[in-house]
């Protein structure tokens, strides 16, 4: 990370702490209520600059015996710090996100994931996360995931050129919560 990063501050418009955030889109794979094939994430703002966020973690999302994909647990951290971008009030895309697969995650966990900016530099904004199992057979307070990300702030017009691939019209498109 450079050495240059500040910290947005905390907007006026953000939910108080346990407040449910909106989703972002509404046919986001991720979080949308519009997308029944989703994984159907729900997040809540944290204290400062922190965001929370659930995913449980459904029979289908198996990648090894029991266990959750590594691809799906990538795409509850690309969302969770996305959401964490909020803070900004304008839209990002996710430009690099690594992650580190800690632990096992048995299916039908379910997981908590904490995100937050780490600094922004410019349209670059520095993001990390880790998740922990909440419920379950293996819950505890064991980091069984971490990630960080990198975030670059970009104008709405960015989605133009894809309108005619939006499959039909959203129901609830920006700005709405399943919660
Ligand atoms: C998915 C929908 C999101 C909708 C959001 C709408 C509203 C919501 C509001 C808030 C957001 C809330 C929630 C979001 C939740 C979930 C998010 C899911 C997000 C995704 O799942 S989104 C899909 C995957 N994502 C993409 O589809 C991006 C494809 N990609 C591009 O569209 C371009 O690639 C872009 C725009 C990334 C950059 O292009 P560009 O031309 O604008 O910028 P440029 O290249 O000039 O770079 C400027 C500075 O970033 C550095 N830089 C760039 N890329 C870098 C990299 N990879 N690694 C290291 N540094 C990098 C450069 O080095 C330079 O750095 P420096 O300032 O130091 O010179």
Not at 138 to 161: N, Y
Request: contains cysteine; negative net charge; glycine residues 14%.
């Amino acid at each position: 990370m450079p050495d240059d990063l500040t910290l947005p501050p905390r907007p006026d418009f953000f939910p108080a702490p346990g407040g449910a955030l909106p989703q972002h889109w509404s046919k986001c794979f991720g979080c949308g209520d519009d997308q029944p094939a989703g994984m159907a994430m729900t997040f809540t703002a944290g204290e400062g600059l922190e965001v929370s966020g659930r995913l449980t973690v459904a029979q289908r999302y198996q990648g090894g015996p029991g266990v959750i994909h590594g691809g799906i647990l990538s795409v509850a951290f690309d969302e969770v710090q996305g959401m964490a971008c909020m803070v900004l009030g304008g839209p990002v895309v996710t430009g690099h996100l690594e992650i580190d697969f800690a632990r096992p995650i048995p299916l039908g966990s379910v997981l908590e994931f904490r995100a937050r900016i780490d600094g922004m530099v410019r349209r670059k904004v520095y993001t990390s996360a880790e998740a922990r199992i909440v419920e379950g057979p293996t819950a505890g307070d064991t980091v069984v995931a971490t990630s960080r990300g990198l975030f670059l702030t970009i104008k709405p017009e960015h989605f133009a050129p894809m309108a005619d691939f939006v499959d039909g019209v959203p129901v609830s498109p920006f700005g709405t919560s399943s919660l």
